[in-house]
């Protein structure tokens, strides 16, 4: 009997316990994260903005908000790589017309802005319920993240032409019934503006940390946006009206960077593009990479691994090539001036032809040429092999963000990166800015000097040299003289400054945005491809069609997910 | 050797004895003393531990080692009953005997068979749901560590796929898809539950006893939350009957041999001509050959074709005629033994198995081994009253995996590397793509000996300790603690390397991975059986409680000053960059849960569970679910109408109603979580490869370039407090029948299940920006489908044989869907996925080639349209090719899953042929994107057949003409790369035969059995259709892509018993 007893509470006692302890033992909490009442503290605040700059590096953003959208749309670049699939979601892109609304990458830019704009608005909700007694810092912080909610907006309003916007009083609510037209065109340049007037008016002239932005870094950006904005286009994308007020406000912006006395342009074009001049006297304000910082592969820039050639410590992947239009566009005639009309009448692609034409200096800066040095290298020379797939692509490789394999940025990880910085805005783009202001505001005259500055720079030639003197290519350049060799009218003005821009940031992320913004994208693009694919055949069946692909479509996948609040963009999509 | 084990033996049987004699209480008597010996009787081999009682009494003894017994009765009267597990009992009249001996049979009828059905076992005959049983005995000499891929395609409702890679990874559906996550069935392992695939997959077959899978919502409902995809049951062996001693080894052999057509040297050359003559590019601009040729009108001729000395003038590298795939692979050799010691009496049993398995795989390098030790024991205390057990197995797994370049395995590289590369240099160093023609894949030999030091190793205890107790008779109440802890530690090696112009980096690294899970599981059950007349009743209550936790750890670590060494990989010895990561996780469910079974005159079956569970991965709003179901059985031939009819033998007809549940979630998705993330995320398999991270917090603020970074926090997803159990109710109507006495067997189920409430994390709106995204009940999903099953035996004379088919169907559908979710899935505007199957294929609609100008101009507006290329269809005829031509072009599901088994007996030998095979699939035929179109990807190997692509002179064939470039963007999602694939498989034919008793005796072995096995012998598909599919083998149809080709082995085997 006794020994029943003992089953019964042997029975009895575990099922008590697990009847005991219900729910405690179901509440779980989860590891290794916080919750955003933590936050609330200036410490958290400010590791917030950090994680805000973060995304500025990030592989997603960075790639897709950079040279691709730009240099393989506008003739200066090829896609590249080992065929026309590979990158493949960049074919559609290059060759314009197959481009669709479902288009994959053009969604994941979209996103990518927005994933970067959401970092910086939950940190300015959680700055703006702190006071500036909590937090010294408060009010500089704020301002550097509405500068960098302005850059990504920024990008997205040039690619998309009409994205939505929104800021940190948003609810998730109040987004999802917010459209992508509840501002004009207009009134979203001003939106994007005043967070860059916001950082002029709060930002210190010189931060802490080289990273940050300051008060230069928003006028020279508040600049580029009402530069932009200056511009004024019809829903056809055709330019109507130059806005004055706007042109004037960029002078002054400029001004105010210039007179600052804290920039100037490097006396060799080169050092923007080399390791050793991170946040110097040219870099406005820069992406800073690093590497050796604790992570698998480093913080390094893997926004142009694409650009890295198949040469011997590099061996990836050949893209974003140059096009035979671009290298041509760098010759220069008997006066050393560009051959604004006839530059592409003959190409240069053989090794004479960079001796029996002659070129501007800035050509063996931007271009990998067979025969030539890379990037100032005398014995690290372009050899035909190092091109990836010639019979579609060609010879020439990219070497701007490209960095040699012996410097100490360099990093192999089976891609190619490095930790040098890539420039967002640069001195010479504030020049170049102020002199097309200038231009349509009719004082060319003014702007005449600042172009000239720009050309005088680009002919230093000291890392394009052989030991015995000689130079890689056949340089010629020369500063404008009116009167002398050309006679500098407004139109010229115009056409110079044009070449000027596509010259000095060749394969960087401006020139298609300025096509489009000068309202000549579909002209210059067309003529591109007919003249192109009689050379690269892979272009047949390349068009831009005017009035569409000056923007990007809406992401077919963001207007059902909007239920069709989302408007398309114009052009039938 | 002999006597060695002898003594084992009469050791091991000493033990049983002391234990039986240490617990039992003899019962002294007065009249009757009866002797004798029990054996089987078919080995004739003497039983040990059997019970004999005398009826009526709680008089009893137990046989001892040899078999005896030795029992006083009562009087002549007196009957004794003679019972063992497993055996048909047996009573004798004592009368005037003063020595019985009995022989006993095994229990064989089906209707008998216990089945375990979660929490308790049931006579098969008692079943109202829907349960599949494996046949364990026809799968264990498939040479395999996993023992889905030994039951594959044998069972009907169960559809297996998987690779053929020493891993032997499987994936496994029950009823095919019910949910729009998690597809994984539940696993039950001696009463422990567990939802690690893995963890199931490296069971020991050999330990196996009996394999259940409870197939619909009234049969698994007793499991509840987590029972919606099916569950799994297996039990594992215990020792019966006497001491015994098993050995089983086998040896198989495997060939590689469905293999891809791909080009030779001869055939890359002609190839890359005519990319150039139809491109208008010079074909001489290539690094490999030299071409004359000319134009005949307009058509081009090619005259004559050399190969350059030297690749890209390179003096050590010439052009060469490789055959990449037969560089890399190799025979395979599998071997596998096992020993098993076992016995039991009637008061307790024990078994101890030790299994070693080694699959030295196909491809160069990679290898599987596998050591298992199981331990299985229990004891009876106080008369029965008590049983306590233990079931564990130890395991440790070490795997070399497949060989990877940076981006690609060793599959995929092999086939995809021209030919004209060779392995070596002539210098004996490696060669590898050097300069232009190549694409950024390495030499796939290389690759095999730079990653031969990586190291998969598993190491796993899991297994429950339980007690049985038994106050009153026939109410027992079982408590088991199960644990699974656990190990999965990888190593990965990079040493540096270089192939041509493809490295892995500039610096030396290693990587090492660890996962470590921690799993109990509480369940305590009481059950209670009642019989009164003709009524049988059974109850069955339970608690359990399960706690889950894992904890993932991995180290980075760069440069180590010895490269080649893998003895100094180790986090110590490098000086480098150092980055660790790591996080953990966890989730716990408390359950309630009851049964109630009545039976009446073995003829009406009631039955009835409720199981209420609460998870810790839902709010508490929501945090317990209650899942029931009822069912109800009518056995037909017990009515006395239907006993007339005699060749019926026996006819059950069923039908069942419940409601499972699924939770597989991530165990914190209904929290808003903000998290650190120093290293960023890699979002997909290529960027994980490289380390590519993004969305990290860290950034370079000061711009030093080194050092620890600055870091912040990052809203890693939002909350939903209203987060619910995932539902699924299933109707399942079923009918059982033989007849003739059983020669004839079948069963029919149809199910019609509806999931509700499907778990799905749909992507949010971008605007919200990061963090956005929360699990949500969203979408209903369809499931109807049925399985028949039938079988088929008869025996003349000395030959006996069977035939045994099973058939089976599934069709799924997606009902509703939030708004926000349809965008997640194919589809456009105007056609949704609603109405549709989950792996529904969406795409444009392929309407032949191009042949002429005419035909092009006449076409819609479609980029990149022109002679000889793929015409797809305007279906909205607004003369242009946009995202609104897409339509529905079928499912990837089969419409019929079969298997087909035969087994003949003669005398001693048997003959077993199984054929399994699927009807009515559609398949992705991603390899005729990759190797068939020149366009996809150029400096790859290709497809022979290009040979054939269509050329103005060649206008019927129905390949588009080869051309280096991809304008046309014909690898778009289309009906041209989706093709039939249904086939039919020789899965296997065994010949086996017992060694003749006469012999046995002899060498003093109590049986042994050889055989001869074939495993993937014959295939059959389309392979001439316009639909045909390209590749070798439409059962993995990615598989020089991603997988392991399916081998075809011959296995030879010896299992002897001492």
């Known amino acids: 009997m006794k020994t029943k007893k003992h089953l019964y509470i042997a029975i009895l006692m575990p099922v008590l316990l697990l009847l005991s302890c219900t729910e405690s033992f179901l509440d779980v909490k989860p590891q290794g994260t916080v919750e955003e009442s933590m936050l609330q503290t200036p410490t958290n605040a400010d590791a917030l903005v950090t994680a805000a700059y973060a995304m500025l590096n990030d592989m997603g953003s960075g790639l897709q908000a950079d040279t691709w959208y730009s240099a393989i749309r506008s003739g200066d670049n090829y896609k590249g790589g080992a065929g026309t699939a590979d990158f493949g979601g960049y074919y559609a892109i290059e060759m314009v017309a197959p481009l669709q609304s479902n288009d994959g990458t053009v ?79 207009d009134e979203l340049w001003n939106l994007i503006a005043d967070d860059f007037q916001y950082g002029v008016s709060n930002l210190p002239p010189t931060q802490d940390a080289s990273g940050r932005a300051n008060q230069y870094a928003a006028a020279a950006y508040l600049a580029k946006t009402r530069l932009y904005q200056a511009y004024e286009q019809d829903e056809s994308y055709n330019v109507t009206n130059i806005n004055t007020t706007r042109l004037q406000e960029v002078v002054d912006l400029c001004d105010m960077v210039i007179n600052s006395g804290k920039y100037d342009l490097f006396d060799n074009f080169g050092k923007n593009f080399t390791y050793g001049y991170d946040n110097t006297v040219e870099s406005i304000f820069a992406i800073q990479f690093s590497k ?74 931007t271009v990998g040429i067979p025969t030539h040095p890379f990037k100032y290298d005398l014995t690290f020379v372009y050899d035909y092999s190092w091109a990836r797939t010639p019979s579609v692509y060609g010879y020439f490789a990219s070497m701007k963000q490209t960095q040699l394999p012996t410097s100490p940025s360099f990093k ?140 990007f479509p809406i992401p077919y996948s963001q207007i059902i997910l909007s239920k069709g609040l989302y408007e398309q963009n114009t052009g039938s999509w | ?114 089945i375990v059905t979660g929490y308790q076992t049931q006579r098969r005959a008692d079943l109202t749901g829907s349960v599949s049983v494996a046949n364990i005995a026809e799968a264990k000499d498939i040479p395999t560590s996993n023992i889905l891929k030994a039951v594959q395609g044998k069972v009907a409702g169960l559809y297996v796929t998987g690779d053929g890679s020493p891993n032997q990874t499987t994936t496994v559906n029950v009823r095919g898809v019910n949910t729009l996550g998690n597809t994984n069935p539940l696993y039950i392992i001696d009463g422990t539950p567990t939802t690690d695939a893995r963890l199931f997959q490296s069971l020991d077959p050999s330990t196996i006893e009996s394999f259940q899978i409870l197939k619909d919502a009234s049969a698994a409902s007793i499991y509840g939350s987590r029972a919606s995809n099916g569950v799994i049951i297996v039990t594992t062996k215990s020792g019966k009957g006497g001491f015994r001693v098993d050995f089983k080894t086998s040896l198989t052999v495997q060939e590689h041999i469905r293999k891809y057509d791909l080009q030779n040297t001869d055939e890359y050359g002609k190839m890359l001509w005519r990319a150039g003559v139809n491109d208008g590019i010079d074909p001489n601009l290539n690094p ?321 569970t409720l199981r209420y569970d609460g998870s810790s991965r839902f709010g508490e709003n929501n945090r317990f679910g209650l899942f029931p179901a009822g069912s109800v059985g009518w056995v037909l031939s017990e009515e006395n109408f239907m006993k007339k009819i005699e060749f019926i033998s026996y006819t059950k007809l069923r039908a069942g109603y419940g409601v499972v549940g699924n939770q597989e979630i991530g165990d914190y998705s209904r929290f808003q979580l903000w998290e650190p993330n120093y290293q960023g995320i890699s979002p997909n398999w290529f960027t994980q490869l490289f380390g590519l991270y993004q969305g990290g917090t860290a950034y370079d603020l000061f711009g030093v370039d080194q050092g620890t970074l600055p870091s912040g926090f990052r809203l890693k997803q939002s909350a939903n407090p209203d987060l619910r159990w995932e539902s699924t109710s299933e109707l399942n109507l079923g009918i059982d029948i033989s007849l003739w006495k059983q020669r004839i067997t079948g069963s029919f189920d149809y199910f019609s299940r509806e999931t509700k409430d499907i778990l799905t994390t749909p992507p949010s709106l971008a605007a919200m920006g990061e ?33 045994t088919g099973n058939f089976s169907h599934f069709a799924d559908k997606i009902t509703y869907l939030p708004e926000t979710v349809i965008a997640n899935y194919p589809g456009n505007l105007e056609k949704t996925i609603i109405g549709q199957s989950r792996t529904a294929q969406f795409g444009y609609i392929y309407d032949g080639l191009f042949q002429n100008q005419e035909e092009v101009n006449a076409h819609a507006t479609q980029p990149g349209k022109g002679i000889g290329r793929i015409r797809f269809k305007d279906l909205n005829k607004d003369g242009m090719i946009n995202v609104l031509d897409q339509d529905w072009l079928g499912t990837l599901n089969p419409k019929l899953i079969y298997g087909l088994t035969g087994d003949f007996t003669y005398k001693d030998l048997t003959l077993s042929i199984f054929f399994r095979g699927v009807y009515g699939a559609l398949v992705q035929d991603r390899a005729r994107l990759e190797f068939g179109l020149l366009g996809y990807v150029n400096g790859s190997n290709k497809f022979s057949s290009l040979l054939d692509a269509w050329t103005p002179q060649n206008t019927d064939s129905d390949i588009p003409m080869v051309s280096y470039a991809n304008i046309n963007q014909e690898d778009r999602n289309s009906d041209f790369t989706l093709v039939n694939g249904s086939y039919l498989k020789l899965q296997s034919v065994q010949l086996s035969y017992n060694l003749p008793k006469s012999f046995l005796n002899s060498i003093k072995l109590q049986s042994a059995r050889i055989y001869v096995l074939g495993d993937n012998l014959i295939l059959w598909f389309d392979k001439k259709g316009p639909k045909a599919f390209s590749g070798p083998d439409p059962e993995t149809p990615y598989t020089n892509l991603t997988g392991y080709p399916k081998p075809i082995g011959v296995s030879f085997g010896l299992e002897i018993q001492l």
């Open chain 2, 288 to 608: 490999f050959y030299i071409y004359t040729w000319h134009m005949e009108g307009d058509v081009p001729v090619l005259d004559d074709m050399q190969t350059k000395e030297f690749i890209n003038n390179d003096p050590l590298l010439p052009v060469s005629d490789t055959d990449w795939p037969n560089e890399v692979f190799k025979t395979g050799i599998i071997s596998s033994s096992t020993l098993a010691i076992s016995g039991g009496t009637d008061r307790s049993n024990s078994l101890i198995d030790v299994s070693y398995y080694s699959n030295e795989g196909m491809v160069l390098e990679t290898a599987f081994k596998q050591l298992s030790l199981r331990l299985n024991n229990s004891i009876n205390f106080l008369n029965k009253k008590i049983k306590i057990g233990e079931n564990f197995q130890l395991l440790g797994s070490q795997e070399v995996p497949s060989p990877k370049d940076n981006a690609a395995n060793i599959y995929h590289i092999c086939n995809y590397i021209p030919p004209v590369l060779p392995v070596y240099k002539t210098d004996g160093t490696w060669a590898g793509p050097s300069g232009a023609g190549f694409s950024d894949r390495a030499n796939p030999v290389q690759m095999a000996e730079v990653c031969q030091y990586n190291r998969n190793n598993n190491s796993r205890v899991f297994g429950n300790l339980f007690a049985e107790i038994t106050p009153i008779k026939n109410l027992v109440f079982k408590t088991s603690f199960g644990i699974e802890a656990g190990l999965y530690a990888q190593k990965v090696i990079s040493p540096l390397w270089k192939s041509g112009f493809v490295t892995g980096g500039d610096v030396n690294k290693l990587d090492l991975m660890d996962t470590k899970t921690m799993n109990w599981t509480w369940t305590n059950t009481l059950n209670y059986q009642l019989t009164k007349g003709k009524s049988r009743a059974m109850f069955l209550i339970g608690t359990e409680a399960i706690n889950n936790s894992s904890t993932y750890n991995s180290v980075h670590k760069e440069k180590f000053a010895i490269n080649d060494d893998p003895n100094f990989y180790y986090v110590s010895a490098g000086t480098g960059n150092v980055s660790a990561q790591g996080t953990g996780t966890g989730n716990r469910l408390l359950s309630y849960f009851g049964k109630a079974d009545y039976i009446f005159a073995d003829k009406y079956i009631v039955s009835g």
């Open chain 2, 771 to 803: 963090g956005a995204t929360m699990t949500v009940n969203g979408a209903t999903m369809e499931n109807k489908g049925w399985e028949l099953v039938l079988g088929y035996k008869d025996t003349k004379g000395k030959f006996s044989y069977s035939i």
């Open chain 1, 107 to 185: 969604a994941g830019v979209w996103s990518a802005g927005y994933n970067a704009i959401s970092r910086c608005n939950k940190a300015l909700a959680v700055l703006n319920r702190l006071t500036d007694e909590e937090m010294p810092t408060r009010k500089v912080r704020i301002a550097e993240l509405r500068f960098l909610r302005g850059h990504w907006m920024f990008l997205l309003k040039r690619l998309f032409k009409y994205p939505v916007y929104v800021d940190e009083t948003m609810t998730n609510e109040d987004i999802l019934n917010r459209s992508n037209k509840e501002f004009t065109n």
């Open chain 1, 292 to 365: 050796d910082d604790g992570t698998v592969s480093g913080k390094i820039d893997l926004l142009h691994m694409g650009d890295y050639s198949m040469a011997p410590g590099y061996g990836c992947c050949h893209a974003n090539v140059p096009s035979q239009n671009l290298v041509n566009a760098f010759k220069t005639d008997a006066n050393g001036l560009p051959m604004f009309d006839t530059y592409n009448d003959a190409d240069m692609s053989d090794p004479e032809d960079f001796q029996t034409n002659t070129v501007d200096p800035r050509l063996d800066h």
């Open chain 1, 412 to 551: 192999n990880i089976g891609f190619i990166g490095s930790s040098k910085n890539w420039d967002i805005l640069k001195y010479d783009d504030v020049l170049l800015m102020k002199a097309e202001a200038l231009i349509e505001l009719g004082q060319q005259d003014a702007a005449l000097p600042i172009i000239n500055k720009i050309r005088t720079r680009a002919a230093n030639t000291d890392w394009l040299k052989y030991t015995d003197g000689t130079t890689f290519s056949n340089y010629k350049i020369s500063t404008y003289e009116d009167g002398v060799n050309i006679d500098w009218t407004k139109d010229n003005a115009r056409i110079a400054l044009q070449w000027e821009r596509r010259l000095e940031f060749a394969g960087e992320s401006s020139r298609f945005h300025d096509l489009v913004r000068w309202g000549l994208a579909a002209e210059t693009v067309n003529n591109y491809f007919l003249e192109e694919k009689t050379k690269r055949t892979y272009l047949n069946g390349a068009e831009f069609t005017k009035g569409k692909n000056e923007y």
């Open chain 2, 1 to 114: 050797m002999k006597k060695k084990c002898k003594t084992i033996k009469r050791l091991l049987g000493g033990v049983m004895i002391l234990l039986g004699i240490m617990n039992g209480q003899l019962i002294l008597a007065q009249q009757i003393n009866i002797t004798g010996k029990v054996t089987h009787d078919q080995t004739y081999e003497a039983l040990a531990g059997a019970t004999v009682a005398e009826k009526g009494t709680s008089n009893g003894t137990l046989t001892d080692a040899g078999g005896g017994y030795s029992l006083t009765v009562k009087d002549a009267n007196s009957i004794l009953v003679f019972s063992f597990v497993g055996m048909e009992s047996k009573e004798v009249v004592v009368g005037g005997q003063k020595v019985i001996n009995v022989s006993m049979k095994e229990t064989i009828s089906v209707l008998n068979e216990v």
